[in-house]
């Protein structure tokens, strides 16, 4: 069906790229193109807002930076899955901004876990124990394998996440992998003489509190493991400022 035209006016404080941004986000927001659908070819959008190509064109990349739509070649725009892209290009950012953002990441990390661990004590379906408990198994295995501990543990903590069944913490713990596999292996690299055994027990415990269903457990159980995780990241800020 062909679109009636959109009055685009022009406003000094809002560009008319801006202005074709909104209304196409509005369109995504309100449903009237979902995950998957094509939005009109970029010459349709021109003539339904009235604006020029380059207007669109620009538009268009906006949405695509965020992760709102996807371009490919010789076919109209279309609708993406919500997905966690832009945040991750941002962590990777930030967190590479300087030795104090590694501390606030975990800062973040720790509020984004404990709400986590409490949701998944209620939530956590048969599978996500299943899940939970063969990525034990796997921290098992590879307690003196930094290598092979350092994607298993993220992973655990993704699976732990994953458990709470809120779609944003889960956007929000993917776009936080990378920067949890650094924080890691700067723990590891801070902590030579460290003893695994000591690190795996605390995720067994996460494990089990999740597995009880227990809010009061689960809570102690989180804030204990991050209690051990800001001590050591902690430490290595001030020896990083130090040498700074």
């Known amino acids: 069906m062909k679109m009636e035209p959109i009055a685009v006016v022009h406003e000094p404080r809002r560009s008319l790229t801006q202005q074709v941004t909104e209304e196409i986000t509005t369109w995504i927001t309100t449903g009237r193109y979902a ?20 207007s669109v064109r620009e538009a268009l990349k906006h949405l695509v930076a965020v992760g709102a739509v996807e371009i490919s070649h010789g076919k109209p725009p279309t609708v993406s899955q919500m997905n966690s892209v832009p945040l ?3 962590f990777h950012l930030a967190v590479n901004s300087g030795n104090e953002s590694l501390r606030e990441a975990v800062e973040l990390r720790r509020g984004l ?9 209620e939530r956590a379906t048969p599978e996500d124990i299943a899940r939970l408990g063969k990525l034990i198994e796997t921290l098992d295995r590879h307690k003196a394998d930094y290598d092979q501990w350092v994607p298993a543990h993220v992973e655990f903590h993704a699976a732990l996440v994953a458990a709470s069944h809120n779609r944003f913490y889960t956007f929000l713990q993917d776009a936080l992998k990378s920067t949890i596999e650094r924080i890691n292996r700067q723990i590891i690299a801070a902590q030579p003489a460290r ?5 795996f027990r605390r995720h067994v415990e996460l494990f089990e509190a999740i597995k009880s269903g227990k809010r009061d457990k689960a809570r102690e159980a989180i804030e204990r493991h991050f209690d051990a995780v800001d001590a050591i990241v902690n430490a290595t800020v001030r020896k990083a400022g130090r040498q700074g």
């Open 88 to 90: 991750v290009n941002f």
């Open 195 to 199: 003893d695994p055994a000591v690190s």
């Open 113 to 121: 876990e404990i709400e986590s661990m409490l949701l998944a004590t």
């Open 35 to 54: 995950p998957g659908d094509h939005l009109p070819p970029e010459a349709e959008l021109a003539r339904i807002f009235n604006v020029s190509k380059p």
